[in-house]
């Protein structure tokens, strides 16, 4: 059995607006390009990922409004699936969310790909860990 990808208003609910997006991935790209400080390190695996998840959501969520974008939607939902095939399993693997990049189900449904990994990235950030539970008993 397959697990479906999240649907449209569920996977981008908690996106920010399309303008700030867009916004937001110019100076991120900007940052990882040639702008990048000398002095820094090359941009990281992880780096080059966002860039391509946060292109491709936001390709997706104009493609929904603006059906003559579906094929630049299509196109940069095939870069992210093979760039995290390519990462693969274990400890270098970059898919995030339950169904991994190189599964059947994606084949007919890439863009359900990209809104799935997104979906993952924006509820569940690697910024933002799980506290740990609250001790029991009398606060000290």
Do not use: C
Not at 78 to 95: I, S
Not at 104 to 111: H, I, L, N, V
């Amino acid at each position: 059995m397959t697990t479906p990808a999240p649907d449209v208003q569920h996977a981008y609910a908690e996106a920010p607006p399309i303008a700030r997006e867009t916004v937001a991935l110019l100076r991120l790209r900007r940052e990882l390009g040639d702008e990048r400080p000398s002095y820094y390190p090359p941009a990281s695996v992880n780096e080059i990922r966002e860039v391509l998840l946060r292109e491709a959501a936001l390709i997706d969520r104009l493609a929904l409004a603006d059906p003559e974008a579906n094929g630049d939607a299509l196109k940069a939902a095939l870069e992210l699936k093979e760039f995290d095939t390519r990462q693969g399993l274990g400890p270098g693997a970059t898919f995030e969310g339950v169904v991994p990049p190189y599964a059947d189900q994606w084949t007919d449904d890439p863009r359900g790909y990209v809104r799935q990994e997104y979906d993952h990235w924006l509820t569940v950030p690697p910024w933002k860990p799980a506290l740990p539970p609250a001790p029991e008993g009398p606060a000290a």
